[in-house]
């Protein structure tokens, strides 16, 4: 089992593009959450999905951010019209059922934003 | 609301000296709290959580509600031991989502040989 994996590893993308961040959640795992981790922070919750449902995207950003799990594929973290304060490590985490805590979530390596 | 404070942001420590990592919070009613760990180009894994009591690489917590603490120890450390230390704990309303933790900012150890 390879685990969460996230790609790319590292983006760049000049203010006004898009971002697209992928996440594959672990094998037999079919609830993904994203969070962000802004520079000097803590982790903090975005997103939680499961397979073609957002179940709790409380922690999103109003605009330019939307998230997806497609029935096939993996899970979709976009951010539109990025701006500098998008420059984050964004992580990926997925659990085997959404009645698990923090001691089932694993965690992908993330993938670090840098909006120039 | 619920928040982790982690109030050092880096600590150094030479190898065999004893580590303690601190960890404040802030919940209403009896939290479960965990400590995350990250190796150097490794991902974000789970190092211990209270409700096991266990000791995981020698480290141990103990949930102190009187001081709303729960500090992360090793009467030993070693170079290995290198690394980001995040703590986190669940939201405080069971009625949110479980995976959903509040982290704190983090601690970077460093254990020099």
């Known amino acids: 089992n390879a685990g969460v994996m996230q790609n790319p590893r590292h983006l760049v993308r000049r203010r006004g593009q898009e971002a697209r961040l992928r996440c594959s959640p672990m094998k037999g795992h079919s609830h993904v959450y994203w969070y962000r981790q802004l520079p000097e922070e803590g982790l903090k919750f975005m997103v939680y999905l499961q397979k073609e449902n957002i179940i709790d995207e409380s922690g999103m950003p109003k605009e330019r951010f939307s998230a997806e799990f497609p029935k096939e594929g993996p899970s979709i973290l976009r951010i539109q019209q990025v701006v500098r304060g998008d420059s984050a490590a964004y992580f990926c985490a997925s659990s085997p059922q959404g009645t698990a805590g923090g001691e089932k979530l694993f965690f992908g390596s993330g993938t670090q934003l840098s909006v120039l | 609301a619920q928040r982790v404070t982690q109030p050092e942001k880096l600590l150094s420590v030479f190898k065999g000296a004893p580590v303690e990592l601190k960890c404040n919070y802030s919940?209403?009613?009896?939290?479960?709290l965990f400590w995350y760990v990250q190796y150097s180009r490794q991902r974000l894994q789970l190092l211990l959580r209270?409700?096991s009591r266990e000791s995981i690489k020698g480290f141990t917590a103990d949930l102190n509600k009187g001081e709303t603490s729960f500090h992360l120890k090793k009467p030993f450390a070693q170079e290995e031991d290198s690394a980001m230390y995040y703590c986190?704990?669940?939201?405080?309303?069971?009625?949110?989502?479980?995976?959903?933790?509040?982290f704190g900012r983090g601690t970077q150890l460093t254990v020099w040989p």
């Open positions: 209270h409700i």
């Open positions: 986190a704990l669940p939201p405080a309303d069971r009625g949110s989502t479980l995976g959903r933790l509040y």
């Open positions: 919940y209403s009613g009896s939290p479960e």
